[in-house]
């Protein structure tokens, strides 16, 4: 190890239990440096990904019914924040929101984008949140003084989660934002997979770059030899599980050495970096009420590609 190389033990830990495994993987979770916070904000633009203007459109729409519903005073938390772009239309329309809580775990992307949010709303009180949003987030504790609250969760992050880590979230919210709460979730609908394969694939190379990035930092963080020229990034469709698979395929035989450890690959041979699960409102809907939500109103685009989901505490 060379001597000015600060080991991630969290990051060491993952990647040597995924890398363990007879399906090599490693928890997306990982992706969010600052680099790859950067690299995502950059694919929620291509052409290829409906996802972020498709979002971006319905909650234009809809956003004044839901200020007007909320009234003044409302608080925001944002789970897995990110650069908080979708939420400057949310609060924009919101009747003097009282504080927002942008939670990441990506410290300076989160803290950046709340010096921004600043900016934008004098006189909004915005607190960062540094943290894996899995874990939640403030509690209505935190601002007792408001009359509402809203937690806010776009960009179909959902579909990254199993069913169980999704109704785990969904309590950890319920029981942190309070009887009283509304937690507005984006989620991507099931559609045809050539539209999928293109968002995740992007014809610019950005989404490989992204998912290449998670090697680039276990090279920095945990001192490995990943040779970057020996993989190379591939989304695939799961129709069984409805959902993309982001995977880094090498493409040779060959030996990574991360912290004294070596792990072979054999040529074809893949690390799953990710899941992007699509849903259909039922399932959702289903699930939600298993973790003491109940869907008080569902908004989508004429296309039926994308949902938001107007989640009510039971």
Not at 3 to 17: G, I, K, Q, S
Not at 120 to 135: E, Q, R, Y
Not at 289 to 303: M, Y
Request: aromatic residues 10%.
């Amino acid at each position: 190890m060379t001597t000015d190389t600060v080991v991630n033990l969290d990051l060491l830990d993952d990647v040597r239990a995924g890398l363990s495994q007879s399906q090599k993987s490693l928890p997306c979770i990982w992706f969010y440096d600052d680099r790859g916070s950067e690299l995502f904000q950059q694919i929620t633009h291509l052409s290829e990904y409906y996802l972020t203007r498709t979002e971006q459109s319905i909650l234009e729409q809809r956003v004044d019914g839901l200020a007007q519903r909320l009234g003044a005073g409302t608080a925001v938390v944002e789970y897995g924040a990110g650069a908080s772009i979708k939420t400057r239309t949310l609060l924009a329309a919101l009747l003097e929101p009282s504080s927002f809580w942008p939670v990441d775990i990506s410290d300076g992307f989160v803290r950046d984008a709340a010096k921004s949010i600043e900016t934008l709303f004098p006189g909004l009180s915005v607190k960062p949140w540094v943290g894996d949003f899995m874990a939640g987030g403030p509690s209505r504790s935190d601002f007792q003084n408001a009359p509402t609250v809203l937690g806010f969760f776009p960009g179909s992050t959902i579909g990254n989660l199993s069913d169980a880590e999704i109704s785990t979230f969904l309590r950890t919210v319920h029981d942190q934002l309070g009887k009283d709460a509304l937690f507005l979730v984006g989620a991507d609908l099931k559609k045809e997979p050539s539209i999928l394969i293109d968002a995740y694939d992007d014809a610019q190379g950005v989404t490989a770059n992204f998912n290449m990035n998670l090697l680039v930092r276990i090279n920095r963080e945990l001192d490995a030899d990943f040779d970057l020229t020996n993989f190379h990034h591939e989304a695939r469709w799961n129709e069984d599980a409805s959902q993309i698979e982001m995977h880094l395929v090498s493409q040779c035989d060959q030996s990574v050495t991360i912290q004294g450890h070596s792990f072979a690959f054999k040529s074809g041979e893949t690390i799953h970096t990710e899941n992007s699960r699509k849903f259909t409102v039922e399932g959702l809907t289903a699930i939600a009420k298993q973790a003491d939500w109940s869907v008080n109103e569902l908004w989508s685009d004429p296309d039926q590609l994308y949902g938001m989901l107007l989640l009510e505490a039971a």
